[in-house]
């Protein structure tokens, strides 16, 4: 099965940019469609973006369209999620998770696999 691992977050002022990385391991890369989801102190765990196994379909939370973009290289069995104009109502770990057989889910009870998170904080 499929192993998540996610890099990428740290600290950054509003207005800035990161970008996130999850690496998976084993085969079975392209039979999952992939997202990222967030979670902040005292949340629940929200949709952020999702892609489909080709990446010809992206999903976007309406809090982060325009300025997030989710993509996924299938040759490095990698997925990104860039995050630009950073709000400080982003801060959160990020989650990166694989949903099996789905096309781009944005329902986080589809995801077979999750990795174990990277904080994001933004200040302001």
């Known amino acids: 099965q499929v192993q998540l691992v996610e890099s990428g977050g740290g600290l950054v002022q509003a207005g800035g940019s990161l970008r996130l990385s999850c690496a998976a391991s084993?085969?079975?890369?392209?039979?999952?469609?992939m997202g990222w989801f967030r979670q902040a102190p005292g949340k629940e765990r929200e949709f952020v973006a999702s892609?489909?196994?080709?990446?010809?379909?992206?999903y976007y939370a309406d809090s982060v369209k325009g300025r997030f973009t989710i993509s996924r290289d299938n040759a490095k069995s990698t997925v990104y999620l860039q995050m630009n104009s950073l709000k400080p109502e982003d801060t959160a770990v990020y989650y990166c998770?694989?949903?099996?057989?789905?096309?781009?889910?944005?329902?986080?009870?589809?995801?077979?696999?999750w990795g174990q998170g990277t904080q994001v904080t933004v200040s302001s």
């Open positions: 998770a694989a949903a099996r057989g789905a096309i781009a889910t944005t329902n986080k009870y589809e995801y077979d696999k």
């Open positions: 084993g085969r079975t890369f392209t039979w999952y469609a």
């Open positions: 892609i489909s196994r080709s990446g010809g379909m992206t």
